[in-house]
């Protein structure tokens, strides 16, 4: 059995790995009613609505309730309409209903029209998309290996810095270096409309990440003041790192302006006297990177304050520290600056295929 997960790009539905098998008689009925044949368009009706796939020959797979199938006749062509229905992706978002999770119905799929001209002419325009396309995918591919070589690249020199170390560094856990914690507990009922801006893991991304924040939630200063009293706040070249869920968005705290944060979710690492906040800040994204990879490339889903304690690092002289981070620094702004270049790239020929799809259904193809 196989669903929207298995669509890849080009019209292609891989059938390789199912997730899900059924019986031989549950097959052979279903052979009668509603089994893929060849030639059959499948269109993704949850999830990820409006991907579209072509059943190509000698495959034998069917499909679960979160894709419909369109059986056309013989006056399509089934890619020119496969070509029609991807470039209608965002109409039929549109028009999917629900409340919980938005889905396509039989009924909207049968009365969808299909505008179609004769087959040579949809030959002709099947021929120049498939061309354009193929152009189009291993250009897209090409920058997107060159996107995942870029931040390899960086990953791997970050590993070099931290595994080669040179005379007089000293191994330390993060334990003896600094303090590890967490916020006080903040609960809804204290959220006001204006005060003190609360952060939780979408803002310290976007500050990790230099990116403008639009807070959402604010704490009042009374009860920030409360808290600064009693147990204190973060300060100027304090760190907070994400923890649950999406772990590793690291922050250093860069200005004095007040505000506060989420338990649990971010940790909060203060009193690294010995320690430059962008040299421990790399440590930590080395560390994280480390995790990931041990965990066969699947994110962490939560870092413990214990794990954290305990994961011990080597530490230079401070002017050695400076100098690491100031070459660190360097790197990672050419490698942020590669990956808006190719980024800019992929998004470019995304609109193009949108733009060719245009032109051909409209006429000017």
Not at 120 to 149: M, S, W, Y
Not at 153 to 163: I, K, N
Not at 232 to 257: F, H, M, R, S, Y
Request: hydrophobic letters at 40%.
């Amino acid at each position: 059995m196989l669903d929207s997960k298995h669509v890849k790009d080009g019209f292609v539905i891989d059938d390789s790995e199912p997730e899900k098998f059924i019986s031989v008689d549950t097959d052979n009925l279903l052979s009668k009613r509603c089994k893929p044949w060849p030639g059959d368009i499948l269109i993704s009706s949850r999830g990820s609505i409006g991907k579209i796939a072509i059943v190509k020959e000698g495959q034998n797979f069917n499909i679960m309730g979160n894709m419909i199938l369109i059986r056309l006749p013989a006056a399509i062509r089934r890619e020119f309409a496969a070509y029609y229905l991807h470039s209608q992706v965002e109409h039929i978002e549109s028009i999917a209903r629900g409340v919980a999770q938005k889905g396509l119905y039989l009924n909207q799929v049968r009365e969808y029209e299909l505008p179609f001209p004769p087959l040579p002419e949809q030959h002709r325009i099947v021929a120049i998309l498939d061309e354009a396309f193929d152009g189009i995918a291993t250009a897209k591919a090409n920058a997107e290996k060159n996107l995942k070589n870029a931040r390899a690249l960086f990953e791997s020199h970050l590993q070099v810095v931290f595994s080669q170390r040179g005379e007089g560094w000293v191994e330390k856990s993060l334990e003896e270096l600094g303090t590890i914690t967490s916020s006080k507990r903040i609960f809804k009922s204290e959220y006001v409309k204006s005060g003190v801006p609360f952060y939780r893991t979408k803002e310290i991304k976007e500050l990790a990440n230099a990116k403008e924040i639009s807070t959402e939630l604010y704490i009042s200063e009374d009860r920030y003041n409360e808290i600064k009293l009693s147990f204190g706040v973060p300060k100027l070249g304090d760190i907070l790192l994400t923890a649950i869920g999406t772990i590793g968005e690291i922050w250093v705290v860069n200005d004095d302006k007040p505000f506060y944060f989420k338990d649990g979710n971010v940790l909060w690492l203060k009193g690294f006297n010995s320690v430059h906040a962008d040299f421990l800040k790399y440590v930590l994204i080395s560390f994280v990177e480390s995790l990931n990879k041990m965990a066969h490339g699947a994110a962490y889903s939560a870092l413990p304050i214990q794990r954290l304690n305990g994961h011990r690092i080597f530490v230079p002289s401070l002017e050695e520290q400076e100098l690491i981070v100031f070459q660190l620094d360097g790197l990672r702004e050419e490698t942020h600056r590669l990956e808006s270049i190719y980024q800019q790239k992929i998004a470019a020929l995304d609109e193009l295929k949108k733009s060719l799809l245009h032109q051909a259904f409209s006429g000017q193809l």
